[in-house]
């Protein structure tokens, strides 16, 4: 597996500099997915910048209300903060879907992110909870919401030299609920043929104040969707309320034919689940509230 | 429980002890094929076609050859012309040009992955950097996948000298069509015209990969003497040699092939794919050298199992009794002609007693790599159609599905559909365990379906040569040439110390290699513990012979008045019946008396009888999804006398699990340029230990006559039934009745909401 | 291009081996320090066969560096047993007939005893679930679950004061 350099600086602008000073330099986090393509051919990186030797990458912290999970923190440690998968059950469960226990071991939130696959687990869970990212680069620091990030598979919207440093969740809100279920032909170790993230607040008599509907797998990056939550949003998620949510996201879902699944499949699939996800989101919020 | 009537006492055989190699397997001290390493040892690597079909101009290699670290390229046009002889591979056969031109293209590639060229170099690193500076300059051909379209009168020819055999006359076009064979008897015809009921329908099935977890790899060193070693992981080290030495024109001595531990085969590795190549680049470079396949490789160029597509007519009269069947199956051959038609024709009716039929089976050629064996080759696809529609039939008539097997299940003494009589097999024994059992009566929930098959397999005896000998101390030392793929040195170890009657302790097993050993065919064909068993059984008898003529000699008495024991030699002669003689004391003169105490046994037996089983599969589908999910799983076996009971279970286990994959999920994908889209196990989408159920197993132990411990093959019979008995539970389970695998989400969903 | 050099503790012992910037751990440790018993079967974080336990998780091996390893802690197969003492797992695999061809088996005994070190009683559901990155062909899984629950029971006899 061809790559000139392996670094592994122990500071954001360390990594900045030799991320902006090699001509094709890439950030490791987990690797889960960047040694499988540069085996595979699809990626061969002169320079490998390992990102989890800087502080500011690694583990959960409290930010204000709300968290701060370290880039190059792996999914395992999500589960394990037991604050975190309290506010963010959806959150939590949709980046321990991803691949194996081997492979949560190893897996980010930040590598999930960037690496811009439009079946990412936990990017529709993130969307829906409202995250946003932090980022770092040549031009210093920015903050972007998370759905901002991937713009095709495969790519995203960084600038050469840029990565993330931390995905920020704001905190859930009494009578809040996240919730995030996908689609696989398997149990275990498959790529999402549907994914759908839903964050909806209820206040005291049930009714939903607040929603977001997020869609992955279904076009070429995951998908905030608004209609599906306003036809959410004043409701109590009657069934003409789910109905009219299943619409908006079957409605707005651009998806292909491929291995994993029909295009037809997925335009009917995206429905089912994201009125599953909204009653599971919805249970969690009244309990919440 | 179903313990037969004429239940012998054994005391190994029928018990679980620790396998001879398991230590060594459970702390990875193991040697595999990917794990040997010979000293000063090159890395080889092979580029391979990205196109499904192309004419192979030219190959340059001039720049990979230049690179620092190669130490040799070899191409097709190393290889050496052969013959067009029938080799046989396994269980199968293959023509040797094509065994040849599948380990490395010449004019023509054939599919994505089929070799091109081949590179040695003093690392890994360095043999991938010079595949890409070899220049292939590729005339790309249209492609054909699908059956019915290789079949079409336009479709692209993929060889211009294969005409459709089995055939008369033989047409005079070359055609992708490379086989037909048919077999029946009475008159299905008019039978069916009688019948009382019929159904018709088509079904398919995908190709699927064995799925074995290691991957193919071999070290070859050539030396300047002509002499080869090869170290290899295979069913059969013996037909690693001869193909090796067919294909490279070389003496079957002057190649010695050293069998490493197998980590999976299940008929995917009687073949060769690397083991030629290493050699010519040894041979070129004058060191050894290694090939190892990728995951990737593996899907793309070895042998999958061939998808089908089975059209089949069932008529039955108002009991139950199926009077007639007529059926036409195409099997993909890949790139080469196959002769799997063969068996799935002969094992399609075989569990069934059935007085009009016409099986027509076909092979046909298409740009996908050749199939292989995979478990009961043939068997899986066809029997899938026979027992779906014999469901339907059950359904029309409002039958117990067990009863209508019963009622058409074929007993000991009734002719199969060659007109052959049937041994002693236990299909009735089976199906009344299933109706007894307590899932074939337990309660479905909501959107669960109950489906039930049958299967059966022919199973084979075929050439072996055991070894047996005694160490001076009285151990016992067991020799075979029949590589473990699964636990057979345990079953070896255990018949040899029945024979014996010594202590399953005292036992210990090796796999010889080509030159230690006589010839031994492949481990496949659940042929091993049968056949190499009973060239074990036979040495060890030998052996008590032996002793029993030293005992006598000792004892200056007849050798027919020494009889053998637990005891060791024990004296029958009047006034001396109180001598014994230990096989500790006996193996002790070994070194100054009477010289060593050993025998050979080569066998290639007959009295070997089919295998039957009969699945019960529950499965819950999700209405809104699609999703089918097994829940509970039985898988009934007629498995003769278990030699070793948890390896048993485990073929039964394995067997049903991998139908299961078969019939849920598993697939060859391509994407439309002909070339494989899902080389991995991401999406190849085997069964993960989540998927499945604990699989509760039933062994029906109707002892084989023609074999001392009545031994009867067990690995292949399981994968039979679970294409059938997953189907038909989903189809109950969703309402409609689905007739192609596999049934993933989206068609099981697309069924179930047509109008959507 | 320039080799780096490693330095880690492998199965209690330091060790210490130079590698290429893009080779896997699990190249280094088949290649480089002759520990074999982890197995390549796809490369891709799909089969588990090539499970290590990194500084307390477990990890595909063909997924990570050999870089990376710098100054971890790492938990091979061949380390499972102490001397030649066979761990619970290791016995009740072979106790179970858990294994046929045993290519998968070292990753499901280092994937195992890492369950059973960190869940001390796992129902069968976790136990399937723990394992779905580990794939085996041979045994349908049956009877290496039955290994696992018999081992837990072992270990939580053991643990258990007299």
Not at chain 2, 635 to 660: K, R, S
Request: hydrophobic share 40%.
């Amino acid at each position: 597996m061809p790559s000139q350099a392996y670094h592994a600086p122990a500071t954001v602008d360390e990594a900045v500099a030799l991320l902006s000073g090699e001509p094709d330099a890439r950030p490791l986090a987990g690797g889960t997915d960047l040694i499988v393509q540069m085996k595979s051919g699809r990626n061969a990186p002169d320079a490998i910048v390992d990102l989890k030797h800087i502080a500011a990458l690694s583990g959960v912290h409290r930010n204000g209300d709300g968290f701060a999970i370290g880039a190059a923190t792996a999914c395992t440690a999500l589960k394990n903060d037991a604050a975190l998968a309290a506010a963010w059950p959806g959150v939590v469960e949709a980046a321990n879907l991803i691949g194996s226990v081997q492979v949560r071991n190893r897996a980010t939130m930040g590598g999930n992110l960037c690496n811009a696959s439009p079946a990412a687990d936990a990017v529709p869970a993130l969307v829906a909870a409202g995250a946003t990212c932090l980022i770092a680069g040549p031009a210093g620091e920015r903050e972007v919401p998370v759905e901002q990030i991937p713009i095709g598979p495969g790519h995203t919207s960084l600038a050469p030299g840029e990565f993330v440093v931390e995905i920020r969740l704001p905190g859930q809100v009494a009578g809040g609920g996240d919730a995030y279920l996908r689609s696989i032909p398997r149990t275990e170790m498959d790529i999402a043929v549907v994914g759908a993230g839903v964050n909806l607040v209820l206040d005291g008599s049930g009714t939903c104040t607040a929603a977001r509907v997020s869609i992955g797998a279904v076009a070429p990056t995951v998908l905030l969707v608004e209609d599906a939550a306003a036809a959410l949003i004043g409701s109590k998620l009657d069934d003409a309320a789910l109905d009219a949510m299943g619409k908006a996201v079957s409605a707005a879902c651009n998806p292909i034919d491929d291995k994993r699944g029909t295009k037809k499949y997925r335009i009917a699939m995206v429905a089912v689940l994201a009125r599953r996800t909204a009653l599971i989101a919805r249970e969690r919020a009244g309990a919440a509230s | 429980m179903n313990a037969p009537e004429s239940k012998r006492a054994f005391r190994y055989v029928g018990t679980r002890p620790v396998r001879p190699d398991g230590v060594e397997k459970v702390t990875g001290k193991a040697i595999y094929g990917p794990d040997y390493q010979a000293a000063n040892m090159l890395h080889g690597a092979i580029l391979r076609s990205p196109h499904a079909h192309a004419r192979v101009r030219s190959i340059d290699t001039k720049k990979a050859e230049a690179l620092t670290g190669v130490k040799a390229v070899v191409t097709g046009a190393d290889f050496p012309t052969t013959e067009h002889i029938i080799m046989a591979v396994g269980e199968s056969s293959s023509d040797l040009v094509h065994l040849s031109r599948n380990c490395m293209a010449q004019d023509k590639v054939l599919y994505d992955g089929h070799a091109v060229a081949a590179v040695a170099a003093t690392s890994d690193e360095i043999a991938r950097e010079a595949l890409d500076l070899i220049e292939v300059d590729y005339e790309v051909l249209p492609h054909v996948l699908g059956i019915e379209e290789a079949l079409a009168d336009d479709a692209p020819v993929l060889h211009d000298d294969v005409f459709t055999k089995g055939v008369n006359p033989t047409p005079d076009k070359p055609s992708n069509a490379a086989m037909r064979v048919e077999m029946g008897k009475g008159d299905p015809e008019k039978a069916m015209a009688d019948a009382d009921v019929t159904v018709s329908g088509r079904y398919t099935c995908e190709a699927v990969h064995q799925g074995y977890i290691e991957p193919h790899a071999c070290v070859s060193a050539w030396d300047s003497d002509g002499q080869v070693r090869i170290w290899a992981s295979s069913q059969g080290h013996f037909a690693v040699r001869s193909l090796t030495a067919k294909i490279l024109l070389i003496s079957e001595a002057d190649i010695r092939v050293t069998p490493l531990e197998i980590g999976g085969g299940f008929g995917g590795k009687t073949t060769i794919y690397l083991e030629p190549v290493a050699t010519l680049l040894s041979k070129k470079s004058g060191r050894p050298v290694r090939l190892a396949m990728s995951r990737a490789e593996v899907f793309r160029a070895s042998g999958p199992a061939p998808g089908a597509v089975i059209d089949i007519t069932m008529g039955a009269n108002k009991d139950g009794m199926i009077t007639a069947v007529d059926m036409e199956f195409k099997y993909h051959a890949g790139a080469y002609p196959a002769i799997t038609a063969h068996s799935g024709a002969s094992s399609a009716l075989s569990h069934y007693t059935i007085e009009n039929s016409r099986v027509i089976g076909w092979e046909v050629l298409c740009n996908r790599p050749g199939t292989k064996a995979y478990r009961a080759p043939g068997a899986p696809q066809s029997i899938y159609a026979v027992e779906c529609a014999l469901d339907e039939i059950a359904e029309k008539l409002g039958m117990d599905k067990i009863e209508i097997r019963l009622k058409n299940a074929a007993r000991p003494g009734d002719p199969n559909i060659m007109g052959i009589p049937q041994g002693e097999i236990g299909y009735v024994e089976c199906l009344e365990a299933a109706r007894d059992h307590p899932h074939w009566s337990a309660p479905l929930g909501p959107n669960q379906g109950r489906g039930i098959a049958g299967g059966a397999w022919g199973n084979y005896g075929g050439p072996s040569t055991a070894q047996v000998s005694i160490a001076e101390d009285g151990t016992v030392l067991v020799t075979t040439g029949s590589p473990d793929i699964g636990g057979s040195r345990a079953a070896m170890a255990m018949m040899a110390a029945e024979t014996l009657q010594v202590p399953y302790e005292k036992v210990r097993v090796a796999i010889a290699d080509t030159s230690s050993i006589g010839y031994s065919m492949v481990t496949g064909g659940s042929r091993t513990t049968f056949a190499t068993g009973l060239a074990v059984t036979n040495a060890s008898n030998e052996i008590i012979e032996n002793l029993k003529g030293r005992a006598a000699n000792i004892w200056e008495v007849n050798a027919s008045e020494v009889a053998w024991g637990e005891e060791g030699a024990v004296c029958l002669a009047e006034g001396k019946t109180d001598e014994t003689m230990s096989l500790a004391a006996l193996a002790a003169r070994t070194t100054f008396m009477v010289g060593a105490i050993g025998a050979e046994s080569s066998v290639n037996p007959g009295g070997f009888l089919p295998g039957v089983g009969v699945h019960i599969c529950d499965t819950e589908v999700d209405p809104e999804t699609g999703h089918a999910k097994v829940v509970r799983y039985t898988a009934i076996q007629d498995v003769g006398q278990p030699i070793h009971p948890d390896y048993v279970e485990g073929q039964m286990q394995g067997g049903a699990v991998q139908g299961i994959g078969w019939a849920l999920n598993e697939a060859y994908l391509y994407n439309d340029k002909g070339c494989l889209d899902n080389p991995g196990f991401l999406d190849y989408r085997m069964p993960v230990a989540s998927d499945v159920p604990m699989i509760d197993t039933v062994m029906v132990e109707k002892f084989n006559p023609g074999h001392p411990y009545g031994i009867k093959g067990v690995g292949e019979v399981p994968i039979v039934p679970p294409l059938g008995a997953v189907a038909c539970s989903v189809s109950e389970a969703a309402g409609v009745r689905m007739r192609d695998l596999p049934l993933t989400p989206d068609r099981v969903h697309e069924a179930m909401h047509p109008d959507d | 291009m320039s080799k780096i050099h490693v330095t880690t503790t492998i199965n209690g012992d330091e060790s210490e081996f130079l590698c290429t910037p893009g080779e896997t751990l699990l190249d280094a440790l088949r290649n480089r320090l002759g520990l074999t018993g982890s197995k390549e079967g796809c490369g891709s974080g799909d089969c588990g066969a090539c499970t290590v336990v990194m500084d307390g998780q477990m990890v595909c091996s063909c997924l990570v560096l050999a870089a990376e390893a710098q100054g971890t802690t790492i938990d091979t197969v061949e380390g499972v047993a102490e001397g030649s003492e066979l761990h619970p797992v290791q016995q009740k695999f072979l106790e179970r007939g858990a294994l046929q061809c045993g290519f998968c088996t070292p990753g499901f005994i280092v994937a195992s005893k890492a369950l059973l070190d960190h869940n001390p009683d796992p129902s069968e559901t976790e136990i399937r679930y723990w394992l779905a990155g580990n794939l085996c062909r041979c045994t349908g899984y049956d009877k290496i679950v039955r290994a696992v629950q018999d081992a837990a029971a072992e270990l939580r006899q053991e643990r258990t004061p007299a």
